[in-house]
């Protein structure tokens, strides 16, 4: 099978369904498709179904601004979350447009024809080409097929089971068990309350500490507004209340961090009296890594009235019945839970190539934080790493479309991030010290030193941008007329 459409989709997660919505919103009349690896709508929603997943940021700012959230948790579950987008999805006619099934393999850019051909692999082993003016890549950036494990000495010889939670067995009983959760970042914090009702205990055993804040599980606020107000306006007020809180407060750590680690560090001291301090003490300032939000105190609860620990220790190794410590402790364990993180991906892991020329993501420089140097008509959807995914997502789904109607304003068939442009230094894409970060450092897109190449963590001042942009800064454009001689050298 093979066809042609305007845009081409890759992802039919929160990321895919609202650059959708933005694409009909703000750019009527094109065509578009959706290809998904999956068999539903959801990505990180429908992926993750470990006990207790759930938002690790309010769902005012995670949610579509242009479609209300008016479920009474602020911090919701992941069930929530997917009917959510399943619902937006329907109610705007997004999944019709949406071809499951559909894993993308290879994407070829051809400046002769100003197209992209785009090759997917079908479930039932055949193979899918759709040819695209511009390719939307909002498959996020971690793999699907496969988490970040650690290789822990004497795993092999663990006579329980070893779960990690990015594939969850539906199966799993760990009622009355001793578990173990290995790692201290958002996915343990959210294991340990929610493992820990039904467990016989529940161990959180982190090599680092993590930050943790301590925030309602509901706005209280917002949903008495909601019975005498729109929804929508509710909606909007309490998204920009969230958002200058959430975006306030990293600024103020990061402007402050004597003084934000002292707060963070006294709060978490008084609502778990008796850990020990080391337990509770990261050694990096704060937002050097992502901080962890619990939902109404939940993780501390559950260890105040013993049914969770945390232990701060590495791994020695593995044993037939637990883990051993290199303080000579040693924890039993039935089950044992290794939410050590991620593996972070470039380009949803899709073979690019410009006229032939594969491409390397190393090498691209990230432009407006959603285009790159020298690649032709294709964006890349990333949120941000210190706020809702969601507030900067946003921006990218109105950038796109604005792109569009450029082109066809200006009788552009593509256009080109120029890539001769002054960058400035090499940073990071994503700006935290976190492993599996780090890890991906020589995978993923950088960052120049300024704008329009600097990847920023500041949604006032993108949002500022957004408004003002300039779509023809360090832009390289090819008319329509110019077809197909035009061949500019996008090495």
Request: aromatic share 10%; charged share 20%.
């Amino acid at each position: 099978m093979t066809d042609h459409v305007d845009v081409l989709i890759v992802g039919a997660g929160l990321s895919g369904i609202g650059a959708a919505y933005r694409l009909q919103e703000r750019a009527p009349g094109r065509t578009y498709a959706v290809l998904e690896q999956r068999d539903a709508i959801g990505g990180t929603w429908d992926l993750f179904r470990y006990p207790g997943v759930r938002s690790d940021s309010d769902m005012y700012t995670l949610s579509f601004p242009f479609e209300p959230w008016t479920h009474p948790k602020a911090i919701a579950d992941g069930d929530d979350i997917r009917h959510y987008l399943e619902a937006t999805a329907a109610k705007h006619g997004i999944t019709d447009r949406i071809r499951f099934g559909r894993r993308v393999t290879t994407a070829e850019w051809s400046s002769q024809d100003a197209t992209w051909t785009v090759t997917s692999t079908v479930e039932d082993g055949s193979t899918e080409v759709v040819t695209a003016s511009f390719l939307y890549l909002c498959s996020g950036y971690y793999s699907y097929e496969e988490g970040y494990t650690p290789d822990f000495p004497g795993l092999e010889d663990f006579e329980g089971q070893v779960v990690h939670p990015q594939f969850w067995p539906e199966d799993l009983d760990h009622a009355g068990k001793e578990v173990v959760v290995i790692g201290s970042g958002a996915t343990a914090v959210t294991l340990l309350p929610s493992m820990a009702k039904d467990a016989a205990k529940v161990t959180m055993l982190q090599r680092t500490p993590t930050y943790v804040l301590s925030q309602p599980g509901s706005d209280p606020v917002a949903n008495l507004a909601r019975k005498v107000l729109p929804a929508s306006l509710v909606h909007q007020v309490a998204r920009l209340r969230y958002a200058v809180m959430t975006v306030g407060f990293y600024m103020f750590c990061r402007a402050f961090p004597k003084a934000s680690r002292s707060i963070l560090l006294g709060l978490t001291g008084k609502s778990m009296p008796g850990v020990d301090r080391a337990s509770l003490t990261p050694p990096y300032k704060p937002w050097d890594q992502r901080l962890c939000v619990v939902p109404g105190g939940d993780l501390y609860k559950a260890v105040r009235d013993g049914s969770a620990a945390i232990v701060t220790d590495v791994i020695t190794e593995f044993t037939p019945k637990g883990v051993a410590l290199a303080s000579g402790e040693h924890l039993d364990a039935d089950i044992v839970v290794t939410a050590t993180g991620l593996k972070l991906v470039a380009l949803g892991q899709i073979d690019v190539s410009i006229d032939g020329v594969k491409v390397d993501p190393h090498e691209l420089y990230t432009y407006k934080g959603q285009m790159f140097s020298g690649v032709p008509n294709l964006a890349w959807c990333v949120g941000y790493t210190n706020a809702s995914w969601t507030l900067r997502a946003d921006l990218t789904w109105k950038y796109v479309a604005d792109y569009l109607n450029h082109l066809d304003a200006h009788g552009y068939a593509y256009g080109i991030p120029d890539p001769d442009s002054d960058f400035g230094h090499d940073a990071r894409l994503l700006d935290l010290s976190s492993g599996y970060i780090a890890r991906a450092d020589e995978l993923l897109p950088r960052s120049g030193a300024r704008t329009p190449w600097k990847v920023r963590q500041n949604w006032f001042l993108d949002s500022w941008d957004a408004r003002h942009t300039d779509l023809d800064e360090d832009m390289v454009w090819v008319r329509r007329e110019d077809l197909p001689a035009a061949k500019p050298d996008v090495a």
